[in-house]
């Protein structure tokens, strides 16, 4: 479902810090010729602003000051229905853990997320310090990478980014990546936005909810009930934020360092979107194993909830064409403005990765799908989840051996 919004802070921290270099190209350029003072040492991103940005986005909320006790009861009920259908549908118990379910405001949302999305910054925040640090106030790497400049940018595109989802995320597990301490993740389910889709769309309202449920409980089941997986998040995250040092030291090499970059954008393949420009190989190919994981988490959650979704709600076809069809008709500026942030992809990944897990069922049935799960070797590549049979055929022989 496109406008649920489980993972899509780890793909665009990856992205924005690759147009955060973009960014730093041109900033040093510009530095250079214009012989500006490099003493001001801003952060990457001011996150007060961000969130100020959010909020001005999304004024006027019809929900602000609803009581939330009876939605609350009422999504529990929802997630305690669901929760042994996808149980049964991926093959995972749940453990013995207490979900936090809020049901919030727009700016409720962004307050809960802006913390998140800090949190997956810090790694990027880190090396900023330490180059200031290294560098001092005079000729610092830091200020060229993030400058006033750039730090107005990026916190005005992370605020822009989190109005935009506040108005159209439906519901939420956040499973809190990068945190210090695991923890259970929480089911936030936006209420003003499922209220104003399910009466623009004329959808029954139980049935719209309860669908968006299966997806989010998916979720919750996914990375609770498979202990692997969320470290596993972790490392993949840490691991690309660890190669932007060398990208940091590559710019401290002035106009050497600048034709690095400029080499890697004319070699690129075609094929490859904006965010993958700047990216060294290495970096390519971590972005890819977060792509392909998070394509089979969000179209899992997708999967059950229409696999589910079809025997379980009398209104389900509807649910699907009336939806369907506002996703295949959106305005060209949203069109845009997905394209820029990254989040087109998302789309992409709840379709390429529902076809996969049904291909992969269909074929072999759900028990072999649901290997998917059993651990990181299991997992597909990006050129798998567009060719299951490839993927059948490796976990067949790993099961065989």
Known sequence: MANSKSNIRALVSAGLAAGATLGALASTVARQRAGASTSVNPALINWRRAQGIAAALNRNDPFADTPRAQFNQYYAAMIKRAAPLVAAAIGSEMPNRVL????????????????????????IERFHAEGLAEEGNSGAIGNLLFGGINQALLSAEVGTLLGYLARHVLGQYDLSLLAPEM???????????????????????????????????????????HAWLRPYFDQLLNEYFDTLREDLGALREGALGLRTFIERARSRDKSQGWIEVVMTPQQRDIFQRIQALMTIVEGSGNYVMNSVGKELLPSYDYIHERVEH????????????????????????????????????????????????????YLPTIEEIKNPDAWIARVAAMQAG
């Open 183 to 225: 923890r259970s993740g929480k089911l936030y389910f936006v209420e003003p936005n499922i209220t104003a889709l399910q009466t623009q769309l004329g959808l029954d309202p139980d049935d719209f909810r309860l669908w968006i449920t299966l997806h989010e409980v998916t979720h919750a089941y996914q990375f609770e009930a």
């Open 326 to 377: 506002r996703q295949g008709n959106r305005k060209l500026i949203e069109k845009l403005f997905m394209r820029i942030t990254g989040l087109d992809i998302k789309m992409e990944q709840y379709a390429l990765g529902e076809v996969f897990l049904k291909h992969v069922a269909e074929a072999k049935g759900q028990p072999f799908a649901n290997l998917v799960w059993r651990g990181p070797d």
């Open 100 to 123: 936090h379910v809020a049901v919030v405001s727009r700016a409720e949302w962004v307050a809960a997320n802006i913390g998140s999305f800090r949190q997956l910054f810090a790694p």
